[in-house]
């Protein structure tokens, strides 16, 4: 058999730690996973550093810029418990030295090495509930996806968008997969058609998901709603009010 290259996730590293909170030791209290995932690879990204509190990242690394960052702006990213600079450039060349290593046996015809390769599931959704000609933000969710490595492209009515799109690094969840997420700015109207698309590394997966309008919610409908909901709230507080006074000036029978 020809050579075969090492392209799976190589150079997976993680470290899980349970911990509960403090309870008395005969009552049950639920258990918190927090995790820190280190991996490293052929396919851009090169290298990934994340942690992570059961399966929502808390915190992930920017290698070319050596920082820290959270994924939420209300957490510290420097916060002591951030691995040091310095430790994560002794990993990055620990898991580089690996990958070269594991690369060469892989080339070894007389080794056969399993691959492990996820089939990436994708999805496209709205970020607010839908209106005709309304400013909205389309989400395209790539989740099962491993090796963590794929490129998505954008197109409207079959023509490639690159204007209004941001995409997100790759997340580690739960049981060593990842999820990447990619957004499109759009204003959407009757007879739009949104595609998303991935491609992984090495041709292994092409993956495809469409998105119209579908059952948009009328403005009109919308504001007519709200103001009757708050009309009804209104009427209720105003005879629960004369219910109160009326009740309150009842005379009380002498005991």
């Given amino acids: 058999m020809g050579s075969k290259r090492c ?7 993680a470290w899980l730690w349970g911990a509960a909170a403090a309870a ?5 209290e639920p258990i918190h996973w927090f995790s820190q995932v280190f991996f490293c690879q052929r396919d851009s990204p090169f290298f990934g550093l994340a942690q992570g509190l059961d399966d929502d990242q808390l915190f992930w690394f920017d290698f070319p810029n050596s920082s820290w960052h959270a994924r939420l702006p209300d957490f ?6 951030r691995v040091p600079t310095a430790n994560v450039s002794a990993q990055r060349e620990l898991c580089r030295d690996l990958l070269t290593l594991l690369s060469n046996i892989s080339n070894n015809p007389e080794v056969q090495l399993p691959e492990s390769k996820g089939i990436p599931q994708v999805e496209v959704f709205t970020r607010y509930p839908l209106e005709l000609g309304k400013p909205n933000t389309l989400i395209c969710s790539v989740s099962n996806l491993f090796p963590p490595s794929a490129t998505i492209a ?6 490639p968008v690159t204007q209004g799109v941001s995409t997100t690094q790759v997340y580690p969840v739960g049981g060593l997969d990842f999820e990447l997420f990619s957004y499109l700015e759009v204003t959407p ?3 739009d058609v949104y595609s998303c698309s991935i491609q992984t590394p090495g041709d292994f ?4 998901a469409y998105w ?12 007519t709603l709200v103001c009757g909901v708050a009309i009804a709230v209104g009427i209720l507080l105003v005879i629960l009010g004369i219910l109160l006074i009326v009740k309150s000036r009842m005379p009380r029978n002498a005991e």
């Fill in 189 to 191: 109207w009757e007879g």
């Fill in 205 to 208: 997966y092409n993956g495809l």
């Fill in 154 to 159: 954008w197109a409207w009515n079959g023509e």
């Fill in 212 to 223: 119209v309008p579908r059952d948009p919610v009328p403005s009109d409908f919308l504001e």
């Fill in 7 to 13: 392209n799976w996730g190589l150079g997976v590293w």
């Fill in 24 to 28: 008395a030791s005969l009552q049950e």
């Fill in 76 to 81: 510290d990213p420097e916060v002591p418990s």
